[in-house]
């Protein structure tokens, strides 16, 4: 090819051959007119919940060669452990948890008729919520027209695990399903179980015995199952960040792998029989780099244990956090649930289950149930994110990222068996003392707004969000005696979510509803960024925000106040309106009646003078909103 009127060759010449490289110094030059003084590190880069820094630019000369040169299907599989595309890319696992066994058979062949390919099913056992299932004869209920041969089925039985796997050996032959062929996942996951719950049916070291034994049993009549799981999403629900997941995840592997070693199994054989899983949310790439990152954990543990090659079978599933899910506006939920999705394709998962949207208050039903299934095949056949491997891989921010996860998992990882491993942790308490010191520290980015919540947080919808559900069935209790310390899930929401109770009590019980009305001064375009503000702020805790275009004097807004009917009220503006009229829209509410006079916005040098013209108290960002409101809502007459 050659450029009309020219006889030079343009086929092998870069588009940026007659430019000067760019270079990071020439860019941050740049960056610092913008910034106008501003500090580079806080305008600019952002940490992840292990600290990690995520930069605003990423270069090919700051990438990590070793990643950049890897290749899916081959180790460290980062990329992925398949080298082609696999049917649509992943398969769609869908949670089933009806009460009886015929319920939920009736929902496994809705969901395989649907567009699911995969079912998990959950069956009732101490501490959880799922179907009934006390015998074979339940199970072959349960199961009733399921081609397992076909459509995969995963055990979810938490402390009931070894009686869940042995009811469904014993209800296969009824099945008629031949056992070779069967694709089951039994869920074998003593330490997990330890983990959430606290305790056991018997003693550790007895039922770790027991499931390596009875692992080897079923696999010898299952050849294709995978017996155990290991199963980090329990460690992510109760507030773990990304690479205490992937360590707890990794301990959890070498101690199950040291297990069937002692029992004469070898780790490369092992490796066929184990599961993983791990969790994704709204977080997309932290949730890409996490899946790629758990990858190449599995396999420098196997590669240490001399089965590297074995590491290219492993089975990566992904569950739709529950820790995300609100409550109130459950609507959102859609949205976080189609990235956390989204985030487990572009990472690469084998399966993903989706939560219904209304999972965190209560049973679903089939329309909840078609939403989850939806999120996923629309995915999955209209988008084709599952056509092509590691999408995200050559990135160099996500090849960035996917190195500090598994470092940073790793030095976690190698702390864990410096106590002696993954179950004397959780005897010493160190995983739960992490973990809550972790959860603490996101509750606190969230109530301070350096991390926010729609509908919950930010822009919370006040009144009916016309979504009603069947309260969900009473969680069976735990028994025994409590070994460690269990790890409670705890959702994100739940402490905003207790602000709005706590504010629908106090209308329900008295028939008014928690309200302050806004004196917002000047034009719109003056007082709109505030009044926005502080009405979502405000509604975070249930409280209504009476607002209008704006007043444009104290004179009317105190009038407005007085019609109003309310016993607080809200001064919201620009600073430069502040300086003119908000001491004299202070003094005029308080004459008009106002109990409470709130200001949007941090008060500067004339807080004195404000709070000798009637301010009680100033509202900004960067506080504990949750304490905040609550305070508020005592004023408001909230006891």
């Known amino acids: 090819m050659t450029a009309a009127g020219s006889s030079r060759d343009l086929s092998a010449t870069p588009l940026a051959a007659d430019f000067e490289a760019a270079t990071r110094d020439q860019w941050l030059g740049l960056v610092e007119k913008v910034l106008k003084g501003a500090d580079f590190e806080k305008k600019l880069v952002t940490r992840t919940a292990d600290g990690i820094r995520i930069e ?6 700051t990438a990590v060669p070793a990643l950049q040169a890897a290749i899916p299907g081959h180790a460290p599989y980062a990329r992925g452990a398949r080298s082609v595309v696999e049917g649509l890319g992943w398969e769609i696992r869908q949670r089933v948890n009806a009460a009886s066994p015929e319920e939920a058979n009736r929902e496994i062949l809705s969901e395989l008729e649907a567009g699911s390919n995969g079912i998990a099913l959950a069956i009732e056992a101490p501490g959880q919520v799922g179907t009934r299932i006390k015998s074979a004869a339940d199970m072959t209920v349960a199961l009733s027209g399921m081609r397992i ?28 399903i ?81 297990m069937f070693e ?20 709204t977080d997309l790439f932290t949730t890409v780099a996490k899946l790629r990152a758990a990858r190449r954990l599995i396999w420098r543990i196997a590669d240490a244990s001399g089965a590297g090659d074995a590491a290219a ?66 995915l999955q056949e209209e988008s084709w994110l599952g056509r092509v491997l590691d999408p995200m891989g050559g990135s ?44 603490a520290a996101r509750a606190k980015a969230i109530t301070t707004g350096r991390q926010s919540l729609t509908g919950v947080s930010a822009f919370p919808l006040l009144g009916d969000d016309g979504v009603k559900v069947t309260p969900a069935r009473p969680t069976p209790p735990v028994t025994g005696k409590e070994i460690v310390r269990p790890l409670a899930p705890q959702r994100l929401a739940e402490p905003f979510e207790a602000l709005r109770d706590a504010a629908d009590a106090h209308a329900a019980k008295t028939g008014n509803e928690l309200k302050v009305f806004l004196a917002s001064l000047g034009p719109v375009i003056e007082h709109t960024a505030r009044s926005t503000w502080i ?105």
Not at 187 to 206: E, F, H, K, M, N
Not at 399 to 406: F, G, I, S, Y
Not at 563 to 590: Q, V
Request: net charge negative; proline share 3%; aromatic share 6%.
């Open 262 to 281: 002692a029992a004469g199994i070898s780790p490369s054989v092992a490796l066929g029989q184990i599961a993983f899983a791990v969790s994704s949310d």
């Open 313 to 378: 079978s492993l089975h990566l599933s992904v569950n739709s956090s529950f820790r995300m899910l609100a409550k109130r506006d459950p609507w959102t939920n859609l949205l976080r649930e189609t990235l956390s999705c989204a985030g487990g394709v572009l990472g690469g998962a084998d399966a993903i289950t989706v939560l219904p949207f209304t999972a965190a208050l209560g049973e679903a039903d089939d329309f909840a149930r078609r939403t989850a299934r939806n999120i996923q095949i629309v």
């Open 396 to 439: 160099w921010y996500i090849e960035t990222l996917t190195d500090e996860v598994a470092k940073a998992a790793w030095e976690l990882l190698q702390e864990i068996e410096g106590k002696g491993g993954i179950i004397a942790a959780l005897n010493q308490g160190f995983v739960q003392d992490k973990i809550a010191a972790d959860a």
């Open 149 to 176: 041969d076909l459509a995969p089925l995963e055990l979810r039985a938490g402390i009931g695990a070894a009686d869940a796997a042995a009811q469904l050996i014993s209800a296969l032959p009824q099945l008629g």
């Open 535 to 639: 009405k979502n702020y405000l509604a975070a805790g249930g409280i209504a925000a009476l607002t209008s275009d704006g007043y444009a004097s104290a004179e009317d807004a105190a009038s407005a106040f007085k019609a109003s009917g309310a016993e607080a009220a809200c001064i919201c503006s620009s600073d430069a309106l502040y300086a003119e009229h908000a001491e004299a829209t202070a003094k005029a509410l308080k004459q008009a009646g106002a109990k409470l006079v709130l200001m949007a916005g941090r008060p500067g040098e004339g807080e004195a003078a404000l709070k000798a013209a009637g301010v009680d108290q100033f509202l900004f960002a960067g506080a504990d909103a949750v304490a905040t409101l609550e305070g508020l809502q005592e004023k408001l007459g909230i006891s």
């Open 56 to 61: 605003p630019l990423y270069a090919r000369d």
């Open 178 to 258: 031949a056992t070779k062929s069967a694709q089951v996942f039994l869920g074998l996951d003593p330490i997990g179980a330890l983990a959430r719950w606290g305790t056991l049916p018997s003693p550790v070291q007895a039922v770790l015995v027991e499931t390596i034994a009875l692992a080897t049993e079923a696999r010898g009549a299952l050849p294709n199952a995978r017996t155990v799981k290991v199963d980090a999403t329990l460690y992510h629900e109760a507030g773990a960040t990304e690479a205490f997941e992937l360590a707890a995840l990794g301990a959890t592997l070498i101690a199950y792998l040291r």
